[in-house]
T-cell receptor, first 115, second 112 residues
Framework: GAGVSQSPRYKVAKRGQDVALRCDPI?????LFWYQQALGQGPEFLTY??????LDKSGLPSDRFFAERPEGSVSTLKIQRTQQEDSAVYLC?????WGGGQPQHFGDGTRLSIL | AQSVTQLDSHVSVSEGTPVLLRCNYS??????LFWYVQHPNKGLQLLLK??????LVKGINGFEAEFKKSETSFHLTKPSAHMSDAAEYFC??????????FGQGTTLQVKP
């Protein structure tokens, strides 16, 4: 497809389980971002990749959160030992270049619910 | 540090009347600013962007925004609202690395 694809669209997990969320960016896009959107809030930055290099992970809320992009294309966000406060929509975005001013193209997100 | 403040959490207009969604920004340098729209259970769609060219920016679906440095504002307008415009709107500033900093959002309601 032409857009950013995220899977699964919905994920329900029990507290303490590990989850993995996938993002397929637009082909050829260098930059990839992950955001977390809590209910009724604006998205908040989690982490940023330029190709396969993770250049900024300052937004990851704890060491339970881990992201990778090993071949500079598909990215996975992993959350270990999930907690109820992890319930949110996780959005992935990609952009053609890097630096400020680049418009980002968003996927439809993964809605994560922790029971 | 950069930030944006959306001045209204909820705006209600009648179909066919003008829309005004207000946003103020804070930035230590010339900012890159965006407006995104989010329909229910969907991702974010870019409406328009400002990157230090023309101060009046035209976007998709008839929306436009004016960058006013003296007022540190970037308000979004549309001359005539349509029912399909009902959605959540986010004013966004870009950090130097490209990460986006979002406002809290404004819910636009369009009444028939």
């Amino acid at each position: 497809g032409a857009g950013v694809s995220q899977s699964p669209r919905y994920k329900v997990a029990k507290r303490g389980q590990d989850v993995a969320l996938r993002c397929d960016p637009i082909s050829g896009h260098v930059s990839l971002f992950w955001y977390q959107q809590a209910l009724g809030q604006g998205p908040e930055f989690l982490t940023y990749f330029q190709n396969e290099a993770q250049l900024d992970k300052s937004g990851l809320p704890s060491d339970r959160f881990f992201a990778e992009r090993p071949e500079g294309s598909v990215s996975t966000l992993k959350i270990q030992r999930t907690q109820q406060e992890d319930s949110a929509v996780y959005l992935c975005a990609s952009s053609r270049g890097w630096g400020g001013g680049q418009p980002q193209h968003f996927g439809d997100g993964t809605r994560l619910s922790i029971l | 540090a950069q930030s944006v403040t959306q001045l209204d959490s909820h705006v209600s207009v009648s179909e066919g009347t003008p829309v005004l969604l207000r946003c103020n920004y804070s930035s230590s340098y010339s900012p890159s600013l965006f407006w995104y729209v989010q329909h229910p259970n969907k991702g974010l769609q870019l409406l328009l962007k400002y990157t230090s060219a023309a101060t009046l920016v035209k976007g998709i679906n008839g929306f436009e925004a004016e960058f006013k440095k003296s007022e540190t504002s970037f308000h979004l307008t549309k001359p005539s609202a349509h029912m399909s415009d009902a959605a959540e709107y986010f004013c966004v500033v870009s950090g130097s690395t490209g990460k986006l900093i979002f406002g809290q959002g404004t819910t636009l309601q369009v009444k028939p």
